[in-house]
T-cell receptor, first 119, second 107 residues
Framework: QVQLQESGPGLVKPSETLSLTCTVSGGSIGDYYWSWIRQPPGKGLEWIGYFYHNDITAYNPSLNSRVAIPVDTSQNQFSLILRSVTAADSAVYFCARSRIGDPPALHVWGQGIMISVSS | SSELTQPPSVSASPGQTARITCSGDALSRHFTYWYQQKPGRAPMLVIFKDTERPSGIPERFSGSSSGTTVTLTISGVQAEDEADYYC??????????FGGGTKLTVL
C-alpha cells in the first residue's frame, strides 16, 4: 500500500525559501497526479498545486509566482518550493496522490508537516 | 467565482441525518469531492465524482448534486462521524479549490 511522508525544516525565516519533500513508498510516481495542500492553524484547506508525468503542472493562482513542484522519479520523491515566505505561509503542509484517472480525487495523503515562518 | 461556500457548522443527534451543502458557480460543470478531517489527522476522501464512495467508506455517506449546489449526506450519524468536512472542486478558471469547511457536531 502506497504511503507518503513529508519532510522539511519545520522553521523558516521570513523572505527565505521553503523546501519540502514528499517521499513515496510502496508504489511509484507513475500515472498519478501528485499534489501539495496546506492548512494554516485552525483554518481550512488550501490547494497549492499538482504535477503529472513531470510535464503537466498547475498551481494556485494566488501562489503561482512563488511556487514550484519539481519531481525526482529516480528517488520516488517530489518537492515543494515556495519562495519569499511570510508568516501567512505558516501551515501544515500535506502531500497527496490522486485516484488514477481522477485527478481531483485526493485519495492518499501524507500525515502532514507543520511549517512555521518566523525570525 | 473561485469560492465554494459551506455552512460553518452542522449538528445532528446520533441516528439522525446530517446534510452538509457546498455551493459554487462552477459546480454544475465539474465534479465535487468530499473529505473528512478529524483533529490532528490528514483529510480522508469520503465521496468522489459527486456521488461515488471509495472502498471502505460506510454506506451511510452519500453525495448528491443539483445545479450549483452539492450535498454530503450522512444517514444515521454516529459519534465517530464528528469531524470537519471539506468540499473540493474546480473553479471556472480550472484551478482546484476547497470549501471553507463544515464542523459536524454529533450531539
Amino acid at each position: 500500500q502506497v504511503q507518503l511522508q513529508e519532510s522539511g525544516p519545520g522553521l523558516v525565516k521570513p523572505s527565505e525559501t521553503l523546501s519540502l519533500t514528499c517521499t513515496v513508498s510502496g508504489g511509484s510516481i507513475g500515472d498519478y497526479y501528485w499534489s501539495w495542500i496546506r492548512q494554516p492553524p485552525g483554518k481550512g484547506l488550501e490547494w497549492i498545486g499538482y504535477f503529472y508525468h513531470n510535464d503537466i503542472t498547475a498551481y494556485n493562482p494566488s501562489l503561482n509566482s512563488r511556487v514550484a513542484i519539481p519531481v525526482d522519479t529516480s528517488q520516488n520523491q517530489f518537492s515543494l518550493i515556495l519562495r519569499s515566505v511570510t508568516a501567512a505561509d505558516s501551515a501544515v503542509y500535506f502531500c497527496a496522490r490522486s485516484r488514477i484517472g481522477d485527478p481531483p480525487a485526493l485519495h492518499v495523503w501524507g500525515q502532514g508537516i507543520m511549517i512555521s515562518v518566523s525570525s | 467565482s473561485s469560492e465554494l461556500t459551506q455552512p460553518p457548522s452542522v449538528s445532528a443527534s446520533p441516528g439522525q441525518t446530517a446534510r452538509i451543502t457546498c455551493s459554487g458557480d462552477a459546480l454544475s460543470r465539474h465534479f465535487t469531492y468530499w473529505y473528512q478531517q478529524k483533529p490532528g489527522r490528514a483529510p480522508m476522501l469520503v465521496i468522489f465524482k459527486d456521488t461515488e464512495r471509495p472502498s471502505g467508506i460506510p454506506e451511510r455517506f452519500s453525495g448528491s448534486s443539483s445545479g450549483t449546489t452539492v450535498t454530503l449526506t450522512i444517514s444515521g450519524v454516529q459519534a465517530e462521524d464528528e469531524a470537519d468536512y471539506y468540499c473540493h472542486s474546480t473553479d471556472l478558471s480550472g484551478a482546484w479549490v476547497f470549501g471553507g469547511g463544515t464542523k459536524l457536531t454529533v450531539l
